[in-house]
């Protein structure tokens, strides 16, 4: 393992059994074939759970339409980034040449996907009570208040909502294609509602992006043409 990783180690408290699951997690697909992208699925999961448990804890009287949206805004892009940050992630990420030279380092989603992998392989390395230690850890400094609320909903939390008052299930996302360089890649991703046997597609240059961007449409589709 590279001397540079363990300072990001010591600040996660946590000396990895597997090497391996590191590295990739910090390997983006433009200087490998082994990347990060499906720890970045898997800790996204592990993220918005271990959220789920300090939320529940620390907001016990809040409605579930409230935590949703105030773990939209601990969990989203700009938040992850600070803490990318604070991890020095920037500095350790494996990048081909091409996205180093388009400032890969400094981009906001690759950092906040990055984190997110990491968060997964901590997860495959020593289980779901170690993440949910190191995710607690990382929002340690985070003030949680009810008024986190108030703030816009996304269209992945709308949409969440949308069908959770109407007691249909969760969305799916998927990928539908990923095209250009490695560098400057855009994703299309999209959304489907089983039980409504609707699919609509959103694209962005991250699959975070792509995911709103789809969600947002299926909320179109929906509002436009609403269930019988």
């Excluded at 590191?22 to 898997?42: Q, V």
């Excluded at 996204?44 to 805004?73: F, K």
Aim: hydrophobic share 40%.
């Amino acid at each position: 393992m590279s001397a540079l990783w363990h300072p990001l180690q010591h600040k996660l408290g946590h000396s990895f059994a597997q090497p391996k699951l590191l590295e990739r997690a910090l390997t983006h697909r433009s200087y490998s074939a082994d990347h990060y992208e499906r720890l970045e699925f898997l800790g996204d999961s592990v993220l918005n759970l271990a959220v789920s448990g300090l939320l529940y804890e620390q907001l016990g009287q809040a409605p579930e339409g409230d935590l949703s949206r105030i773990r939209a805004n601990l969990v989203k892009q700009d938040t992850l980034v600070v803490l990318a940050g604070q991890l020095g992630l920037s500095a350790v990420m494996r990048l081909g040449d091409g996205e180093l030279k388009t400032g890969g380092r400094q981009r906001p989603s690759i950092l906040a996907d990055v984190l997110e992998a990491v968060i997964g392989a901590i997860y495959l390395d020593a289980g779901y009570d170690k993440a949910e230690q190191v995710v607690r850890q990382l929002f340690k400094d985070v003030k949680v208040t009810p008024s986190m609320s108030a703030v816009g909903k996304d269209p992945k939390t709308e949409l969440q909502e949308w069908l959770q008052g109407r007691k249909l299930g969760l969305p799916v996302y998927q990928v539908a294609q990923i095209t250009g360089a490695a560098h400057q890649q855009q994703f299309c991703m999209s959304c489907e509602v089983a039980a409504l046997t609707r699919i609509a597609q959103g694209v962005g240059p991250s699959r975070r992006a792509a995911e709103q961007a789809a969600a947002a449409a299926m909320l179109q589709q929906l509002k436009s043409n609403p269930i019988k």
